[in-house]
């Protein structure tokens, strides 16, 4: 191929890739256009539904670093509709390690009539015996994530709603936008409890403890 051939080549493609930029610029634009105030909407409409029900299904937590006697706002506040209801006896601390399923999912768009998950242990419906287990300390989750995990039982499984200040905030991370509302279907599995004397040690590993799975 001479050089002006290859030239002419290039010149042809200029267009197509110009096009190309340009539909992915716009599918992007549909899918979060105005991605603020669509989240800012969202959780205030389930934050609505959370206060005018009082079935106990549905919870309104402060973030865990407000007590109970303190209204920190919305934005400081996770939502909760509880699937499942456990019956263990504690709750995990925020010095603990957790055991859970877990999917993730943005507020629904264009695209993603359910919400695009961005992260999951299982596929397909919950189930108890047969879907995916991750292990986390409670205290390297984003702030909503953690604040459920303090308030759970062994055997809840609950659908959490966190606004973008107590999730991911105003900047993206990795696949998840900027100012995204995050949607977590969470089951608590277990959780180990390390001896007083090991909290400050990370490494799950080296802790001493003990799982605690009812």
Not at 64 to 92: L, R, W
Not at 156 to 162: I, L, Q, S, T
Request: proline share 3%; hydrophobic share 35%; aromatic share 14%.
């Amino acid at each position: 191929m001479n050089k002006q051939k290859i030239l002419m080549w290039l010149l042809a493609m200029i267009p197509l890739v110009g096009f190309m930029a340009c539909s992915e610029t716009n599918e992007s634009e549909e899918e979060y256009g105005n991605w603020q105030q669509r989240n800012d909407a969202y959780f205030t409409d389930i934050y609505a539904t959370a206060a005018a029900n009082a079935d106990g299904k549905w919870k309104i937590l402060n973030n865990y670093t407000y007590n109970d006697s303190i209204d920190p706002g919305a934005n400081h506040c996770i939502v909760v509709h509880v699937e499942e209801q456990g019956t263990g006896s504690g709750c995990p601390m925020y010095t603990d390690s957790v055991e859970v399923s877990y999917r993730g999912r943005l507020i629904p768009s264009a695209s993603y009539a359910d919400g695009y998950v961005f992260d999951q242990t299982y596929t397909g419906d919950f189930d108890w015996k047969t879907s995916g287990v991750s292990r986390f300390f409670i205290s390297s989750l984003v702030d909503g994530f953690t604040t459920a995990l303090q308030n759970m039982h062994i055997g809840d499984r609950w659908k959490v709603y966190v606004p973008y200040d107590l999730g991911y905030g105003t900047s993206a991370y990795k696949v998840i936008p900027g100012y995204s509302t995050l949607v977590f279907d969470i089951a608590l599995r277990a959780y180990y409890r390390p001896d007083t004397d090991q909290i400050g040690t990370r490494a799950a590993g080296a802790l001493k403890g003990r799982w605690i799975t009812e």
